[in-house]
């Protein structure tokens, strides 16, 4: 069976969630703690696991991603954001979550008289270095609930600190099929599906990332590996447009 799940509706609160989640036909939800609903501050981790139980829906954790960078240059903002991250785990383990997802960051570009500029080479050995100096070895300690997923350009110092995070950790791996659409160098996660745990499922048109329901976009969904049976999770955020995605999944996987 098909593990099919969602992320609520922007404007669902947990109950609603729930109710949602049990009168579709929904395996699991994943509750995106960058919105005021869902941030852990705002939840009781006991009534989540009790609702869990109750409506037999488990719950995955994205946590917090604009609130926290692991590249960041400050290295206060990167402690700040392993706390973050910790606290994100702490109450995933209270509230009984399988799995949580988080981004590694980015870096800033700049607006100027010519228009947005970056440079990677900026950031490129900072980016290696923080990714395999503080990233692998609190993975090691924390790993076995974690999921990172793809979501900016994986090239140069970005690459090769994940190149060596998968060597060196066992940290599982979130596939977001749409980044995988519109970034570049995201196929480091296709050569290590087997570590992919949940797929996050939303569509766009080939430029950037709309979060369309998945069919409306150009995305090709076969590239999912007919084994595959870990959580597929619709990233769309809007009721009717989380149900077309079910149909469109339910069709064609």
């Not at 049990?22 to 009790?50: C, Q």
């Not at 998968?166 to 099929?177: E, G, Y």
């Not at 969904?221 to 999770?233: D, E, F, Q």
Request: negative net charge; proline residues 3%; charged residues 30%.
């Amino acid at each position: 069976m098909r593990r099919i799940g969602f992320q609520p509706d922007i404007d669902q609160d947990i109950l609603q969630a729930f109710d949602f989640a049990k009168e579709n036909g929904f395996t699991h939800i994943e509750l995106l703690m960058d919105h005021p609903f869902y941030h852990y501050e705002r939840l009781n981790p006991s009534e989540v696991a009790e609702l869990s139980m109750s409506y037999d829906v488990e719950v995955l954790i994205h946590a917090p991603a604009t609130q926290t960078n692991f590249l960041a240059v400050s290295s206060e903002f990167r402690e700040a954001s392993y706390r973050e991250l910790t606290n994100t785990i702490r109450f995933a383990e209270k509230c009984g979550a399988k799995l949580v997802t988080f981004h590694i960051g980015w870096n800033p570009g700049f607006i100027t008289a010519k228009g947005f500029v970056f440079r990677e080479e900026w950031y490129d050995r900072h980016n290696e270095n923080v990714l395999i100096n503080e990233m692998i070895p609190y993975l090691k300690r924390y790993g076995e609930i974690l999921a990172i997923e793809n979501t900016i350009d994986i090239t140069g110092g970005i690459k090769r600190g994940i190149e060596e995070i998968l060597r060196k950790t066992d940290v599982s791996l979130t596939f977001d099929i749409g980044h995988y659409n519109v970034k570049k160098n995201h196929g480091v996660f296709l050569k290590h599906f087997d570590r992919v745990k949940n797929i996050h499922l939303h569509d766009n048109r080939g430029e950037f990332d709309e979060h369309l329901s998945v069919g409306d976009g150009c995305i090709d969904y076969t590239i999912i590996p007919k084994s595959y049976r870990g959580y597929l999770t619709i990233e769309v955020r809007e009721r009717e447009g989380i149900l077309k995605s079910k149909r469109y999944i339910e069709k064609i996987l």
